[in-house]
């Protein structure tokens, strides 16, 4: 079957957010990225288109620091027809469907560097069993400089901001970050990234490596849920599958594994 690929447009909407509603959680980052980010700049939307126009597939770039995040929904001959479109060279594919894994690696032609298991998990309010024993707050402007030093500091994945960027995402609303405070310095975080009033993303768990197995992470981690809640009917969150005690920590909170997903570096490693 002949598919043709070409910048999505506003008509395109409604075929894209359909395709993408078949599995909200799945698909959250591109159905945030088309609502909120569509023509920013920020986010770059393609189509595979069938016969007639039929909606085959549909794919958000999102253009990060240093590289390119893409999200992609659809049939394995859209998606593939996207990608060998698009060719990344250097991109993280965060949730790559098994079934979809084959007609990814087919599309980047031997580009593809390493490929992590990873799982999405999700918690509603029914299932959420908060566990808060320590004092969270949330971070403001204020704490800024601080916030700077713990993200250039992270252990295995260090993340360099400026001042200026530091102060815009502690005053961003839609992306509050909860933390564990002790001796006047961060020890540990959980991030809202995304929310929707069909699901919150969470993300950003970590814990000063010296402070670790005292259980601030459950405590930030469910904090942030209660907070993704409170906007959203569900909280999502992906854990690669080999982080025991991770995945304990949030299976103890109330998250559930919703899909087994593969994450797909091209040109870098940038594991989850």
Request: a positive charge; one cysteine or more; proline letters at 5%.
């Amino acid at each position: 079957m002949a598919l043709s690929v070409l910048r999505a447009r506003k008509e395109h909407g409604k075929a894209v957010l359909d395709l993408a509603r078949r599995d909200v959680v799945s698909n959250a980052f591109l159905i945030y990225d088309w609502r909120k980010l569509r023509g920013t700049g920020a986010c770059d939307f393609y189509v595979a288109l069938g016969p007639r126009g039929r909606l085959e597939a549909a794919c958000a770039v999102f253009h990060d620091r240093d590289f390119d995040s893409i999200v992609f929904c659809g049939s394995r001959d859209g998606v593939r027809a996207i990608l060998a479109e698009i060719r990344p060279d250097r991109a993280v594919m965060p949730r790559v469907g098994p079934e979809e894994l084959d007609a990814v690696l087919e599309a980047l032609g031997g580009r593809a560097g390493p490929i992590y298991d990873v799982l999405l998990m999700k918690c509603t309010r029914g299932s959420f069993r908060p566990l808060v024993r320590h004092d969270v707050i949330r971070l403001g402007p204020e704490h800024a400089g601080l916030f700077r030093s713990l993200m250039a500091s992270r252990e295995g994945r260090p993340v360099v901001l400026t001042l200026h960027e530091a102060l815009e995402w502690l005053s961003d609303e839609e992306r509050p970050v909860f933390a564990v405070m002790e001796g006047g310095r961060i020890t540990s975080t959980a991030t809202i990234y995304l929310s929707m009033p069909e699901v919150s993303m969470v993300g950003g768990v970590y814990t000063v490596p010296e402070f670790r197995n005292r259980g601030l992470a459950t405590s930030v981690t469910s904090a942030a849920t209660a907070e993704a809640l409170r906007r959203s009917e569900v909280a999502a969150l992906i854990v690669r599958a080999d982080n025991k005690p991770a995945i304990r920590i949030y299976e103890k909170i109330g998250y559930v594994v919703h899909r087994r997903l593969k994450w797909v570096c091209v040109g870098l490693d940038y594991p989850p």
